[in-house]
């Protein structure tokens, strides 16, 4: 099974509303990444949070990281039309620096004009 | 694109027969990998690679084989292509505690 599982599977909202897309793991992790893609095209690195950070910010984008509960979320602010696109979370968990990187199923948001 | 060039970005083959998907990279990459993606399952990992010649298993890696004889050189290999293997495939490379770079896509359709 996938390290990361995504929250929800689908989101839809209104320009200028927020949008929070959140990602659950299992074991361990060295870092937590997440990304984004816009249909047909290959996946954009957003933000790279580690193990012993509790939030990020990036522009219009936070993420918040709790390995006490095995969780990770992005908030996207005050959202755009530009914003309609697929989020997915990975985890880089291995512990022999092998580089595994396993994605989740992803967040597929819409943003409505 | 981080010099990432998969080739080829299309192709359509028939059952039983043996295909190579190629990632090539410029920027001296430790990790290189290969995903599948198909709707309802995010991107799933086949293969990757810690170095040249250091390959190992992802969760999906029955029917695929890979093979890494340059750092720039990731190769991945459907023995006999099965309809279950069509799908978009996608090349990542990074360094280590790093993001990844993805590849523009393989879109493999075997009939």
């Known amino acids: 099974s996938q390290q990361g599982e995504e929250d929800p599977q689908a989101l839809s909202i209104q320009e200028g509303e927020n949008a929070t897309m959140n990602c659950s793991y299992k074991t361990s992790i060295n870092n937590l990444q997440w990304y984004r893609q816009n249909s047909g095209r290959g996946l954009v690195h957003l933000i790279l949070?580690?193990?012993?950070?509790r939030e990020k910010h990036s522009g219009r984008l936070r993420v918040t990281l709790d390995t006490s509960k095995k969780s990770s979320s992005l908030l996207i602010t005050a959202s755009r039309a530009a914003d309609t696109a697929s989020y997915f979370c990975a985890t880089d968990s291995d512990s022999s620096n092998t580089g595994k990187l396993i994605f989740g199923q992803g967040t597929t948001l819409q943003v409505k004009p | 694109d981080a010099g990432i060039t998969q080739s080829p970005r299309h192709k359509v083959t028939e059952t039983g027969t043996p295909v190579t998907l190629r990632c090539h990279q410029t920027?001296?990459?430790?990790?290189m990998y290969w995903y599948r993606q198909d709707p309802g399952h995010g991107l799933r990992l086949i293969h990757y690679?810690?170095?040249?010649?250091?390959?190992d298993k992802g969760e999906v890696s029955d029917g695929y084989s890979v093979s890494r004889s340059k750092t720039e050189d990731f190769l991945l290999t459907l023995e006999s292509a099965t309809s279950s293997q069509t799908s978009v495939y996608f090349c990542?490379?990074?360094?280590?505690?790093?993001?990844?770079?993805f590849g523009q896509g393989t879109r493999l359709t075997v009939v």
């Open positions: 690679s810690y170095g040249v010649k250091d390959t």
């Open positions: 949070i580690r193990s012993n950070e």
């Open positions: 990542a490379v990074r360094s280590m505690n790093t993001e990844a770079f």
């Open positions: 920027e001296n990459h430790r990790y």
